[in-house]
T-cell receptor
Framework: DQQVKQNSPSLSVQEGRISILNCDYT??????FLWYKKYPAEGPTFLIS?????DKNEDGRFTVFLNKSAKHLSLHIVPSQPGDSAVYFC????????????FGKGTKLSVKP | KAGVTQTPRYLIKTRGQQVTLSCSPI?????VSWYQQTPGQGLQFLFE???????NKGNFPGRFSGRQFSNSRSEMNVSTLELGDSALYLC?????????????FGPGTRLTVL
């Protein structure tokens, strides 16, 4: 049973537009969420995180929104650039060791010039 | 600062064999976690080591094991390989454990079981 779900396997966006990647979770004990970006033949790279005590965290072009009541988070990329084309993973932790991250299956983002 | 390194990068084995994968964390990082990535299941947590002790273990059979050395380097071993073990095995290191603690991933070892 998947505790972290990324229901869109892929997303295509035009350069300069907003990319919105979504993630749903089922475990109400999760209190820390992370987004990772992965290029082919490389390991995932940490992008941005959010604690459950916040509902928004912003870092440059990347903003993560958390809706605890809906058990939903989203990553907004504005403006999208071709270099953002990658697989994006949502991950969650229940506050214990971060080594026990639960990942979604990823969304492949394609940003077209 | 050198990143997380994993060796070998690619490995081909046959069913029934065993394999050992190695991970060197970023200097100063004491926590090492291992993940298995497959197309169907995404990234799944295998285990985490901190100061040579296994702190967490994912839902994998006992054929999957690991250890961490005093210099924080880690190895994972898979015995009696099965076709389904073909995957990308990722190692991640972090300074310590607990939240927040950004994990840095290595490039992975691509294991193919024939």
């Amino acid at each position: 049973d998947q505790q972290v779900k990324q229901n869109s396997p892929s997303l295509s966006v035009q350069e300069g537009r907003i990319s919105i990647l979504n993630c749903d979770y089922t475990n109400s004990m999760f209190d820390y969420f992370l987004w990772y970006k992965k290029y082919p033949a490389e390991g995932p790279t940490f992008l941005i995180s959010i604690s459950s005590i916040k509902d928004k965290n912003e870092d440059g072009r990347f903003t993560v929104f958390l809706n605890k009541s809906a058990k939903h988070l989203s990553l907004h990329i504005v403006p999208s650039q071709p270099g953002d084309s990658a697989v994006y993973f949502c991950a969650a932790s229940d506050g214990g060791s971060q080594g026990n991250l639960i990942f979604g299956k990823g969304t492949k983002l394609s940003v077209k010039p | 600062k050198a990143g997380v390194t994993q060796t070998p990068r690619y490995l081909i084995k046959t069913r029934g064999q065993q394999v050992t994968l190695s991970c060197s964390p970023i200097s100063g990082h004491r926590s090492v976690s291992w993940y298995q990535q497959t197309p169907g299941q995404g990234l799944q947590f295998l285990f985490e080591y901190f100061s040579e002790t296994q702190r967490n273990k994912g839902n994998f059979p006992g054929r999957f094991s690991g250890r961490q050395f005093s210099n924080s380097r880690s190895e994972m071993n898979v015995s009696t390989l099965e076709l389904g073990d073909s995957a990308l095995y990722l190692c991640a290191s972090s300074l310590g454990t607990g939240i927040p603690n950004e994990q840095f991933f290595g490039p992975g070892t691509r294991l193919t079981v024939l």
